[in-house]
């Protein structure tokens, strides 16, 4: 969980800046200005909402990643977290693969490499 604070708090940032520029456009737009200048200014209030949305699509990913960690696999599926080693809950195979997901992520995703079913997530290592 501590891995992914940092990238919380850069959305939470988002999201002040965001709901920020929403404000102050709507305020510019609606008391401040005339003519263009009124229009650019709650022009800006619609891209704002975009941006908001973007870090809203970014938290949920965030979350995902999170909640869907190795401790929350051995709990859902204790008959494939062994002494052993990890097996697939689908097809039990025991050839589990990783895969950095990038996009500033800093994640790993762990699938099945015989069914390709996505079993869990990591932080990726040396960071
Ligand atoms: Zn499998």
């Known amino acids: 969980m501590e891995h992914y604070k940092s990238q919380m708090i850069n959305v939470r940032i988002q999201q002040c800046i965001g709901i920020a520029l929403i404000l102050a456009g709507a305020y ?68 589990i693969h990783t895969k950095n997901l990038m996009q500033g992520s800093f994640t790993r995703e762990h699938h099945c490499g015989q069914c390709g079913t996505t079993l869990y997530y990591s932080p990726e290592q040396n960071r």
């Open 28 to 95: 510019a737009g609606l008391f401040e200005l005339k003519g263009n200048d009124r229009f650019f200014a709650l022009v800006l209030p619609l891209f704002s909402i975009g941006f908001l949305g973007q870090a809203h699509s970014i938290q949920k990913r965030i979350e995902h990643y999170a909640t869907n960690n190795y401790t929350k696999y051995a709990k859902d599926h204790p008959a494939h977290v062994t002494e052993r080693g990890v097996t697939c809950f689908q097809c039990k195979s025991p050839k």
